[in-house]
């Protein structure tokens, strides 16, 4: 599986001390140095998601912005995420891993919110629809969080379905037992869930819902904070579990592709990337 991703990204949307920050795509590509390049998305790919006027305040902001507590943008960050889209897009369009920041999934059509701007696992999935051809497509989203963003964005498109497994009550709040329908599963993990809960979770709830959805196009939104040394979270899923996971959403249709959300250990990071990497490889 190729990976993608930017030399820009490891430098551009500073953020001091947050745990989202350069340093996490610095480490990472170091790890992998042969990665291939990305590009910026289109506007017009950004607003098959997103609100043009939404667009346009990010790619105008010239100065430190806090959105909200823990999300905060300055004069690069517009960049950074018209990057990490367009490397999401050339993912899907190339099978590969998208090794992209700022992360997307929490990012709403006209909010950024939970430190993400533009849901690049979502402009990547509407980009295949209009441009592959590509009719359904399925986001499975292993993220410590819930994909508020990406669950909201395809709220009531059964052309896409969205599959997530996460720690529940937890940030931001959605994704609980109630919130469910025939394109829509959440499957809450609970505290110090370990490898067992959510390995059984994908196989109970996820794969088989995927399967029969037929997806043509698997995405999945690949975040490594449900990781036991993860500074964000209270679970502890290891190594070998991020491989298993990707190996199994790998194994759900020939056509698969993966886009990094959260995961803020910068000494684990590059690690469980690659486990999540050969479980990839492994199916295909
Ligand atoms: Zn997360």
């Known amino acids: 599986m190729e990976l993608l991703s930017h030399a820009d990204l490891a430098r551009l949307h500073p953020t001091g001390e947050h745990p989202e920050q350069p340093a996490r795509l610095r480490v990472l590509l170091e790890r992998f140095p042969g990665f291939t390049e990305g590009r910026e998305a289109e506007v017009a790919d950004i607003e098959r998601c997103h609100t043009p006027a939404y ?30 889209a367009g490397t999401a897009i050339e993912a899907a369009r190339l099978g590969g891993f998208a090794l992209v920041r700022p992360p997307g999934h929490h ?67 959605t994704g609980g037992p109630e919130e469910q329908g025939p394109t829509l599963v959440n499957v ?7 490898d067992e809960e959510m390995l059984a979770g994908m196989a109970g709830d996820v794969e088989p819902v995927v399967r029969a959805f037929e997806p043509d196009l698997v995405l999945v939104s690949a ?25 199994r959403c790998a194994s759900l249709t020939p056509r698969v592709a993966a886009v990094l959300e959260g995961g803020y250990n910068l000494a684990t990071l590059p690690r469980l990337v690659e486990a999540a990497l050969t479980g990839f490889e492994a199916e295909e």
């Open 223 to 247: 975040g490594f904070d449900a990781h036991l040394e993860d500074p964000l979270s209270d679970t502890a899923i290891t190594l070998e579990c991020f491989h298993e996971l990707a190996r």
């Open 188 to 194: 809450q993990l609970h505290r110090g869930a370990g």
């Open 55 to 84: 667009v346009d305040w990010i790619r105008s902001v010239d100065r430190e912005t806090w959105f909200t507590l823990d999300t905060v943008c300055s004069e690069t960050t517009g960049r950074a995420a018209l990057l990490a």
């Open 107 to 173: 990012a709403l059509p006209d909010h950024a919110m939970g430190f993400c701007f533009f849901n690049n696992v979502a402009v990547a999935a509407r980009w295949a629809q209009a441009e592959l051809g590509v009719e359904r497509v399925a986001i499975v989203d292993f993220d410590v969080h819930h994909g508020n963003g990406t669950q909201e964005i395809f709220a009531g498109d059964e052309s896409v379905l969205y599959a997530s497994l996460h720690r529940w009550p937890f940030y931001p709040g």
